[in-house]
């Protein structure tokens, strides 16, 4: 059902009562159905990493989703013309994994899921949801509709050495040409990029899913959403990180 408003761009009130996930797992679960088991997972998206997130869809803690191939654009793509309920585009962070992180018993460190990335990313999000009014649904069922994942965009990988900066207090700028321009900060990000990707691995590691090598996350806007609009031009402006941008048909 969800798969079908997705791509129709139609929406629903909220899930039928007697197929409603009732829990985070439950709604993992039904998420996962959205994976194409014949396409190799292009990555993973966190909603909600900022307090105000959180207060704004009535969540108590991030929410993981899958970024799909089918909705993954190239620097300087366009984002096809039709349903964009949401309207706005996040500037964000990602993560390039380098080598798989497993399951395990134990909670992954920050320094054990930085030592298994492979590159970082200046990235843009255009996050979108299958219900009319997402912010009364709850995590179960916003867990179900992928996290409101849409389309993604990320730059090529940096080559400036990151690893050396404080990212927390580093301050992306997003700009919608001619509009808007907006900055950002790191620490937006539950308190720093890193804690969110490592968030991530220990969300995916408690599911019984593996991060794989070669997979993309990105950690969640660093600045209020941009309002956007078709023919807009968003740029990320990460500065000597890179710069990734989209435009809306």
Sequence with gaps: ???????????????????????????????????????PLYGWKIAATSAAGQAHIGVDGPLAGRILAERVLLSGGEVPAGPNHMAVAEIEFAFRMGRDLAPRPQPY??????????????????????????????????????????????AEATGADWRSLDLAAYRPVGRVAGRLEREGLGRNVLGDPRI???????????????????????????????????????????GPLGVASMRFA
């Design 1 to 39: 059902m969800l798969r079908a408003h997705w791509r129709a761009g139609t929406l629903i009130e909220e899930l039928p009562a007697d197929i409603r996930p009732r829990s985070r797992a439950e709604g993992y679960a039904v998420q996962a159905l959205l994976e194409d088991p014949a396409t």
């Design 196 to 238: 969110a990707l490592t968030w991530l691995a220990n969300e995916l590691s408690g599911l019984g899913l593996v991060l794989r090598e070669g997979q993309m996350v990105t950690t969640g806007t660093c600045l209020p959403p941009l309002p956007v609009q078709p023919g807009d031009e968003v740029t990320a402006d990460f």
């Design 109 to 154: 460190s920050v320094e054990e899921v930085l030592d298994a990335v492979a590159s970082l990313h200046a990235a843009i999000e255009v996050p979108d949801s299958r219900y009319h009014d997402y912010v009364r649904v709850g995590a179960p069922q916003l867990i179900a509709d992928n996290a409101c994942a849409h389309y993604f965009v990320a």
